[in-house]
């Protein structure tokens, strides 16, 4: 499975961005799909995962402020980021998991998009 993402660049502190992540090659049953985050000197983080049926898990930080949304024929995630504040430049990795034929889902994971918020 590839992961190509779209969306990242500049934008001034409480501007928004829209990101995209589309998914090819040998899917099967798709688990879930979202969005991490890694800011420099920090670990990767969660921002938000969806479901193909709309689960969603998302970071505390982000609740209110970002949407995460699914087209499920076109194995598409997106995330509108509203607010973007500072501390939230990072590079934005896609994720994707899949069954294979194995107990656990396989994870996926894009090559990231950077997103600079300028205060």
């Known amino acids: 499975v590839q992961l190509q993402a779209s969306g990242g660049g500049v934008v001034q502190a409480g501007g928004s961005l829209r990101l995209s992540c589309v998914a090819s090659?040998?899917?099967?049953?798709?688990?879930?799909m979202g969005w991490y985050r890694q800011a420099p000197g920090k670990q990767r983080e969660l921002v938000a995962t969806?479901?193909?049926?709309?689960?969603?898990d998302c970071a505390d930080s982000v609740k209110g402020r970002f949407t995460i949304s699914i087209d499920n024929a076109k194995n598409t995630v997106f995330l509108q980021m509203n607010g973007l504040k500072p501390e939230e430049t990072a590079v934005y990795y896609c994720?994707?998991?899949?069954?294979?034929?194995?107990?656990?889902?396989?994870?996926?994971w894009g090559q990231g998009t950077q997103v600079t918020v300028s205060s």
């Open positions: 090659g040998r899917i099967f049953r798709i688990n879930a």
């Open positions: 969806i479901t193909p049926s709309a689960s969603i």
């Open positions: 994720y994707a998991e899949q069954y294979e034929g194995r107990e656990f889902p396989k994870s996926y």
